[in-house]
């Protein structure tokens, strides 16, 4: 079974404080999301990386940042947390990509952030 | 961009069937998902259709009519546990990233 880990389930920070969400996933996949969820607005896509060392912004990726360093691991990094970034954020996984792909992505357990 | 609605609340009973509807508007379409999310969990694959027609698998079935930009989740038998919030979400426009909508949360009652 595909694992997919967040560092933490509830973390609480200051307005201005630096925040990192950390993503783990243990079966190889090429690709990894960040997403935020928000009641009433679904689902929305931060970030994404189709490789080590490879990102792209998403739908909503003003005022976060990430990094993929090594192929299991995808970090969301807030530079300055601020309160509308109070949010539940996931982190998925998925094979790889490509045309006649299904593959479909499997999800953290997330991290629900509030930024007092 | 991708336009997908979603009821956003349904009701109905144990044992009951219940159909939950997406409609998109998109041009490019290649692939449509459902996700089961239950409360303060992660979502959870349900299904992928990307020709037209239904998809069975158990009590769960999934419907695709391109040519409308509809889809329909069939759940049949329904149980308690079934109470959570269903993903559709969508696929299109050269992008193998699907767009998600905002889920229709459904409360199965005794």
């Known amino acids: 079974d595909v694992k997919v880990t967040q560092s933490s389930r509830y973390l609480v920070k200051r307005t201005g404080e630096k925040v990192f969400l950390e993503c783990v996933q243990d079966m190889d996949h090429e690709n990894m999301f960040w997403y935020r969820q928000d009641p009433g607005l679904g689902l929305r896509l931060i970030y994404f990386?189709?490789?080590?060392?490879?990102?792209e912004k998403g739908d909503i990726p003003e005022g976060y940042s990430v990094s993929r360093e090594k192929k299991e691991r995808f970090s969301l990094i807030l530079e300055s947390a601020s309160t509308n970034q109070t949010s539940m954020y996931l982190c998925a996984s998925r094979l790889s990509t490509g045309a006649a792909n299904n593959k479909e992505q499997f999800f953290g357990p997330g991290t629900r952030l509030t930024v007092l | 961009g991708q336009n997908i609605d979603q009821p956003t609340e349904m009701t109905a009973t144990e044992g009951a069937i219940v159909q939950i509807n997406c409609t998109y508007q998109?041009?490019?379409?290649?692939?449509l998902f459902w996700y089961q999310q239950h409360a303060g969990e992660a979502p959870t694959f349900l299904s992928y259709?990307?020709?037209?027609g239904l998809e069975e698998k158990g009590r769960f079935s999934s419907f695709l009519s391109r040519s409308k930009g509809y889809s329909y989740l069939l759940l049949k038998e329904l149980q308690m546990k079934d109470s959570a919030s269903y993903l559709c979400?969508?696929?299109?426009?050269?992008?193998?990233?699907?767009?998600f909508g905002r889920g229709t949360s459904l409360i199965v009652h005794p």
């Open positions: 259709n990307v020709l037209d």
């Open positions: 990386s189709y490789d080590v060392k490879m990102k």
């Open positions: 998109t041009s490019g379409f290649n692939g």
């Open positions: 979400a969508v696929r299109a426009g050269g992008s193998y990233i699907p767009t």
